[in-house]
């Protein structure tokens, strides 16, 4: 038996750290010129479940030249066993160290993944900072949603890639293959990929601050870097790579199904979100396209789920073909179809019986505030009536379980505000105890359960709340005991996210460079899993903040002027500072603004795209 598999032994959920699953991709290592891992920095079942991974591992792997493995952060008692037994950190598929790949990918999706990311360098032996690594190292690289405000983690990454992957990942392992073969220096390969149009390398900018920390200028340091960096965009989804086969996990993950993405972008305008912009222009893909992937999918992997993805499902506007071609074939091989992603206003009773038609998992919708005004305020354009409505069908769909999602501490919100989600979920109640008083549904052999998850407002870059306050954690302690004292009804259950992590994602979410030093405090100090609630330690941060002279209050609770030149502000997503700007302006007058495909607003994310948009054009 080898030292790994014995250390397999005393660790829960072996499989987390094995591999060999199915559709998992082995290379000869004497046939590649490339060797990628992308890293999640979280355990196997979050990262498994994420389908940016799933869609780059795939498509670099579809190059002969390019072996992607994956690698994931291990869970305490596998860190222990591995330090134990001298191991680094490997990539699954052939278990070398990470420290002899060539490019190490790491994905952000949530600011508290930060000190996993430096805990997986440190177990591969890589040094943290880039500057304290030479070209024997791997190049560390990052994408993903919160790479849109690199800075605070501007000293451990060689480079950013910014917007969608699937082109410039493919140019990138060109230009590293290239660069190998002609044994050019670090410096060199950086100054070419900062050539590559949606890539940021930190190392070629400085910044300067003002004595009230807020920061004066951003500079170029060297010639022929670009001053403004624009996101990438995939123009046609139709003929973009998508997988043939998913990796089939061993043991269970969060999402264990097949995944269909059937569009990108999002038509509403949520004045909170920041996928709702980042992901801009619109584009579809059609549902032969669909139902092509979705076949091969299924043979290739042998769920028996297919979830139709993307920011807001019953927004795709062929829908009803899709689901019908799917469900052709479906229901005959046993297979489920699941819509995550409904929005309240364009839930009919046909789209419920096409999801109802395999499988009745308990439904989940988003009003995210509790009264009309406070829905205007975010532009969640939805009304009571409707959110009534969708219940009704609901109800007298046999649903008896529904998960309402509210956040607290938006931007102009009241207490009024606050005790409306209490009095709106009590009117969900009233309405199903009066159906069935009318004889218009039958009861539950449950009864009825209506969940009110509760988050915290946290302003995110790139949207029209990115220069907000988030109300300071005393408030928030505040409203959350006003919601708990508001809702009196056995029927609904309340649940919270943990208000200090939703503090420190709004001091890094908005953080500029001098956090990095914080961040590596911090980790040095004890900090990882900081996004799960029992292993978040929130004076580690505090300290940490603290040594280096930095105020969390000023990143998560200071609302910025509009002149401010935010750190992230040289950064192009296509949505421009002008359109995110009058949207806080309607907001703040309480104004709504209708979706995209019934007006057009002129956001600038189509000339990304040659001018196209799909909901437009
Ligand atoms: S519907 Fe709103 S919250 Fe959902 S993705 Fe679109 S903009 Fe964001
Ligand atoms: S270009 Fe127009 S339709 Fe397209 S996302 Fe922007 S505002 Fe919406």
Same mark, same amino acid.
């Given at each position: ?6 250390? /397999? ?67 305490? =008692? ?13 990539? /699954? ?251 309240? =206003? ?225 950064? =192009? ?45």
């Amino acid at each position: 038996m080898t030292v790994f598999e014995k250390i /397999l032994f005393n660790v829960q959920k072996p499989s987390r750290y094995t591999g060999g699953e199915l559709n998992s991709v082995v290379k000869n290592k004497e046939d590649i010129s490339l060797r990628f891992a992308f890293c999640f920095p979280d355990v196997y079942e979050v990262g498994m479940s994420h389908l940016g991974m799933k869609i780059i591992y795939s498509l670099l792997n579809s190059r002969p030249d390019v072996w992607c493995e994956r690698a994931f952060c291990p869970y305490e =008692d596998m860190e222990e066993e591995m330090k134990k037994a001298g191991l680094p950190l490997y990539g /699954l598929e052939s278990r070398d160290s990470l420290s002899y790949f060539d490019i190490l990918g790491f994905t952000l999706q949530t600011e508290l993944s930060y000190t996993n990311i430096l805990h997986m360098l440190r177990l591969s032996n890589i040094p943290l900072k880039s500057t304290d690594r030479n070209e024997d190292y791997p190049l560390i690289i990052a994408g993903g949603p919160c790479a849109y405000n690199p800075e605070p983690l501007y000293s451990f990454f060689d480079l950013f890639v910014l917007g969608e992957g699937e082109e410039v990942l493919l140019e990138l392992a060109d230009l590293v293959i290239l660069s190998k073969r002609e044994g050019w220096t670090k410096d060199k390969l950086l100054k070419e990929a900062a050539q590559i149009g949606g890539i940021y390398v930190p190392k070629f900018y400085e910044v300067d601050y003002n004595e009230d920390g807020t920061i004066k200028n951003r500079r170029v340091t060297q010639e022929g870097i670009p001053a403004v960096v624009q996101k990438r965009v995939v123009k046609d989804l139709n003929t973009m790579f998508y997988p043939e086969s998913f990796i089939v996990p061993f043991g269970e993950i969060i999402h264990d199904r097949i995944m269909l993405e059937v569009f990108r972008g999002c038509i509403r305008g949520c004045r909170f979100c920041q996928a709702g912009n980042i992901y801009r222009p619109i584009r579809e893909k059609s549902p032969e396209v669909l139902n092509e992937q979705a076949k091969k999918l299924i043979s290739s992997s042998g769920y028996d789920e297919i979830s139709l993805t993307s920011l807001s499902t019953s927004d795709y506007t062929k829908l009803e073909p899709l689901t019908d071609t799917l469900l052709d074939w479906c229901e005959q091989d046993m297979i489920s179809l699941s819509l995550p992603s409904l929005r309240v =206003d364009n839930f009919s009773t046909e789209l419920m019986e096409r999801a109802q038609k395999v499988r009745k998992t308990g439904l989940t919708f988003a009003p995210e505030a509790g009264t009309q005004r406070m829905r205007d305020i975010v532009n969640k354009n939805v009304t009571e009536e409707q959110l009534m409505h969708t219940c009704r069908i609901a109800f007298s769909g046999g649903w008896h379980t529904i998960k309402l999602y509210f956040m607290i501490g938006l931007p102009h919100e009241t207490m009024e505000d606050v005790e409306g989600i209490a009095s709106l979920a009590e009117r969900v109640i009233d309405n199903y105890f009066e159906g069935i008083r009318l004889g218009e549904y039958r009861k539950g052999a449950r009864g009825i359960k209506v969940t009110v998850s509760v988050s915290s407002f946290v302003p995110k870059p790139f949207t029209p709340f990115q220069w907000a306050a988030q109300d300071t954690m005393e408030l928030l302690e505040e409203k959350q005991q006003e919601l708990r004292s508001s809702i009196k009804n056995k029927h609904i259950s309340l649940s919270w996210h943990e208000r200090k992590i939703s503090f420190l994602e709004a001091v890094f979410a908005r953080g500029d460079r001098r956090l990095a030093d914080v961040i590596e405090t911090a980790y040095e100090n004890g900090a990882k899993f900081d996004n799960w609630d029992e292993h978040l330690k929130f004076d580690v941060w505090m300290d940490a903040l603290k040594i280096h002279g930095l105020s969390p209050e000023f990143y998560a609770n200071r609302k910025r002027p509009y002149e401010e030149i935010l750190p992230w502000s040289f950064i =192009d997503i296509g949505v421009t500072e002008k359109h995110l700007r009058l949207e806080a302006e309607r907001a703040e007058e309480v104004i709504t603004t209708p979706d995209c495909r019934t007006n057009c607003r002129g956001c600038g994310a189509n000339r990304l795209c040659g001018g196209f948009c799909d909901a437009k054009n």
